[in-house]
């Protein structure tokens, strides 16, 4: 059974950095593209960003040049290192395995909070 733990989340203040982390377990986790999303209080899940097994990397227009995903094999993890953290960035992060045609696999979410 797949299974995608993250951790690294937390509170913040603004200006601030966190790395979030998520570790896979149960699968082939280098053949696989990975992504981060996140959900905010009243909003829609959006998409954060993502990187494919051969490491092309992409994020939303609201992270870039902030933001930095990061896979290790190796280890079975994706990371996000998030710098210049803006309270707009408060939100549920998750972890995400996308599976074409079938259920994606998602981790249980982590909370990262930005507030001075």
């Known amino acids: 059974q797949v299974q995608l733990v993250e951790s690294g989340g937390g509170l913040v203040q603004p200006g601030g950095s966190l790395r979030l982390s998520c570790e896979a377990s149960g699968t082939i986790f280098s053949s696989n593209t990975m992504r981060w999303y996140r959900q905010a209080p009243g909003k829609q899940r959006e998409f954060v960003a993502g990187?494919?097994?051969?490491?092309?990397?992409s994020y939303a227009d609201s992270v870039k040049g902030r933001f930095t995903i990061s896979r290790d094999n190796a280890k079975s993890t994706v990371s996000l290192q998030m710098n210049t953290l803006k309270p707009e960035d408060t939100a549920v992060y998750y972890c995400n395995m996308p599976r074409g045609t079938l259920r994606d696999y998602w981790g249980q979410g982590i909370q990262v909070t930005v507030s001075s």
């Open positions: 990187i494919t097994s051969i490491g092309i990397r």
